[in-house]
């Protein structure tokens, strides 16, 4: 099921500055960011084997998540926010700000095999 973690920040006269390191449960194979995004969904889909975390290090977005028995909404508007997704999470984002960059740590190489595109029957 997905969770959301705090990152470390530290804050003083001159900003912040958030740090991740010891918190992320897997090791990083890759690291994407989606931006400029207008009114569609992104996602749609829930993988074999790979994790995720989520930071929407400018901006905010909202991530709907399904994971076969329950229904979550997150809504990451600050960078010092992580949501994690298990392999089972079926996942969409939307509700992108105009200015949003929603980085993303993966713990595999892309592979189109390991996506799964069927949605999970909804919960009632």
């Not at 298990?86 to 993966?106: G, K, Q, R």
């Amino acid at each position: 099921m997905a969770r959301l973690i705090d990152l470390k920040t530290f804050t003083d006269t001159r900003g912040n500055l958030t740090v991740i390191e010891k918190v992320i449960p897997f090791d990083i194979k890759r690291i994407f960011y989606i931006y400029g995004v207008d009114d569609s969904r992104r996602g749609g889909h829930r993988h074999r084997k790979t994790l995720q975390a989520a930071i929407c290090i400018q901006g905010a977005c909202t991530i709907y998540n399904h994971d076969g028995s329950a229904e979550q909404v997150f809504r990451l508007d600050r960078p010092d926010k992580c949501l994690i997704l298990e392999p089972a999470d079926w996942h969409t984002m939307y509700e992108f700000t105009p200015d949003a960059i929603l980085m993303v740590l993966a713990s595999e190489f892309f592979d189109q095999a390991d996506y799964i595109f069927e949605p999970y029957p909804a919960v009632s």
